[in-house]
């Protein structure tokens, strides 16, 4: 076992399989500032790993991620520096991107919640296996800001431009099964299993030729996310914008 982070991020390799585990269950996996610079660290060190084929990513106890940790003021500042918050916020951004662009096929293993930030490194996979009690959650309005980190231009290719709208505006706990019927799952399987799964479904990928494989990813993602860059480089002036509205909604 190679070890990222002791207490944070493992990294687990069996042969041409890495396993990277999120392990702060006391916030239940919840991104502060420094998992997300681990999270980055990981990408950056296993995109580099061309013997490593599939990537599974998943939580411990029961929870995928709870989301951006409420905690952390870096991402709720009290007081705003546009030029802090922009650095703040493109580090989440940057943590998605670097997973989505991995040249390896990834597999987001979903147990429990997988809240805000926590959701959108899930879409920044290949695929997404639940386990019968996850579920997805975007809470970001409620919390008086727009759902960041490229996060709209891939829930609007996963799941289309309503479902989007009801998913982000009625701020629901979308079921598994729901996250199914949607798209926004590729398989749900019963608690307790979804690490099986995820690892039969990396086997198996992993048997097939490397270039073929690399390749058909690299095109699919081509073709499907073309507009994204559009939706995404916004996103963060977005996010700045409405946390300083909401805090002139306090003063008032």
Partial sequence: MDKHSPGTISVERTGTIARVVIDKSVTRNALDFDLIMQLTDVAKTLR???????????????????????????????????????????????????????????????????????????????????????????????????????????????????????????????????????????????????MLLAQKWAETIAEKPPMPTRLVKSAVDAISTVFDRIGAHADTEQMLASLMAARLEERD
Wanted: net charge negative; charged share 20%; glycine share 8%.
């Fill in 48 to 194: 580099e790993q061309d013997d490593v084929r599939v990537v599974i990513l998943h939580g411990v106890d029961g929870c995928f991620s709870a989301g951006a940790d409420k905690n952390e003021t870096r991402f709720f500042p009290e007081k705003i520096i546009p030029s802090h918050f922009r650095r703040s916020a493109n580090m989440g951004f940057e943590m998605v991107s670097l997973w989505n662009a991995l040249p390896q096929v990834t597999i987001a293993a979903i147990e429990g919640p997988a809240v805000g930030g926590g959701l959108s490194l899930a879409m920044a996979c290949d695929m997404r296996i639940m386990g019968t009690s996850a579920f997805a959650f975007v809470p970001e309005v409620d919390l008086n800001v727009v759902y960041g980190w490229r996060s709209v231009p891939r829930l609007i290719s996963l799941i289309g431009p309503s479902r989007t709208k009801r998913l982000i505006l009625l701020t629901e706990k979308v079921s598994a099964a729901r996250c199914y019927e949607w798209g926004l799952a590729d398989e749900v399987v019963p608690d307790g299993q979804v």
